[in-house]
């Protein structure tokens, strides 16, 4: 889990629901993570209400930080901020998965294979 989330709003007040809402689903995003960054992410949201009319459309965006200087982020529009958070969160599983393999690619089969075939 995530320790370190910081939640803002931007002409939105976070309540307890979505506060925890929020802190579920990106908290759990680190079993994606390298391990070696899991213990030092950061996570901040911002909730930003967009629109003429009050509680039309809000803005989600969270931007991860990551030990080493990556930064990880993305942002997203909908009408039900708890909806926006699920969008988020795929967005981000997506580039942290990506991230993951920038930084630890996947060995190849044939060297596993060598292991274990017996040479005379």
């Known amino acids: 889990m995530i320790e370190k989330i910081e939640m803002s709003g931007n002409g939105y007040k976070i309540e307890e629901p979505f506060k925890k809402y929020t802190e579920k689903r990106i908290g759990k995003l680190d079993r994606y993570l390298p391990r070696g960054a899991k213990k030092d992410v950061v996570a901040k949201v911002v909730v930003s209400e967009i629109g003429k009319n009050k509680g039309e459309k809000y803005e989600i ?52 294979r060598n292991l274990f075939i017996r040479r005379k």
Do not use: T
């Open 61 to 112: 965006s969270v931007a991860m930080d990551i030990p080493g200087g990556k930064v990880i982020a993305a942002r997203d529009e909908c009408s039900n901020v708890f909806a926006g958070v699920d969008l988020v969160e795929a967005k981000l599983m997506g580039q942290i998965r990506r991230y993951k393999l920038e930084v630890q690619p996947h060995r190849q089969k044939k060297n596993w």
